[in-house]
T-cell receptor, first 113, second 117 residues
Framework: SQTIHQWPATLVQPVGSPLSLECTVE??????LYWYRQAAGRGLQLLFYSVGIGQISSEVPQNLSASRPQDRQFILSSKKLLLSDSGFYLCAWTLKAGAETQYFGPGTRLLVL | AQKVTQAQTEISVVEKEDVTLDCVYE???????LFWYKQPPSGELVFLIR??????QNEISGRYSWNFQKSTSSFNFTITASQVVDSAVYFCALSEAGSGANSKLTFGKGITLSVRP
């Protein structure tokens, strides 16, 4: 069966510091991968998605970037964090066929101070 | 552009009450998919159900049931005999078939359900 991991689970970082969040999927090959952010107040915002290694599409221009160095690894980064980057970051995967169900990881809570 | 509206923001019920969570969607596509996810306090989004636009049959899974009506663009979720463990934020989401391999979801803002003992 497929599983999705995210780490760290919780992170407190000062403003201006770099960020690296990691997401890995097990039990499947060549998935589509997604990064979402959920700010206080619940709304889920799609940040990036990837259909393959090195292929990244950005949905919202911002202070963050994403990379996919391996088939089942998706990384969310920032060179300098802003206060507004605080939130709950969720990674998700889905099979390639159109409009398949997205399955989410446990998430990373990021607090920027 | 597609849109999902969950007009209810917070619902509070007493255990064993039935509760319905409303979801209204907008899309120009004739083929699309609707989803419900549950987000318990731990934060992880748990998939509950996926329906395609050609299947309007209602679905029942234990205490959960879903009513899909294309005529009113609604995909409502009912919990029968609610339990404290049902307390969570519930999201409705829409994916257009035209998004192809990208499978991008549009989420509603979520409904916070509190079930009191």
């Amino acid at each position: 069966s497929q599983t999705i991991h995210q780490w760290p689970a919780t992170l407190v970082q000062p403003v201006g510091s770099p960020l690296s969040l990691e997401c890995t999927v097990e039990g499947t090959s060549n998935p589509n991968l997604y990064w979402y952010r959920q700010a206080a107040g619940r709304g889920l915002q799609l940040l990036f998605y990837s259909v393959g290694i090195g292929q990244i599409s950005s949905e919202v221009p911002q202070n963050l970037s994403a990379s996919r160095p391996q088939d089942r690894q998706f990384i969310l980064s920032s060179k300098k964090l802003l206060l507004s980057d605080s939130g709950f970051y969720l990674c998700a995967w889905t099979l390639k066929a159109g409009a398949e169900t997205q399955y989410f990881g446990p998430g990373t809570r990021l607090l920027v101070l | 552009a597609q849109k999902v509206t969950q007009a209810q923001t917070e619902i509070s019920v007493v255990e064993k009450e039935d509760v319905t969570l409303d979801c209204v969607y907008e899309t120009r596509d004739t083929t699309y998919y609707l989803f419900w996810y549950k987000q318990p306090p731990s934060g992880e989004l748990v998939f509950l159900i996926r329906r395609n636009s050609f299947d309007e049959q209602n679905e029942i899974s234990g205490r959960y049931s879903w009513n899909f009506q294309k005529s009113t663009s609604s995909f409502n979720f009912t919990i029968t005999a609610s339990q404290v463990v049902d307390s969570a934020v519930y999201f409705c989401a829409l994916s257009e078939a035209g998004s192809g391999a990208n499978s991008k979801l549009t989420f509603g803002k979520g409904i916070t359900l509190s079930v009191r003992p």
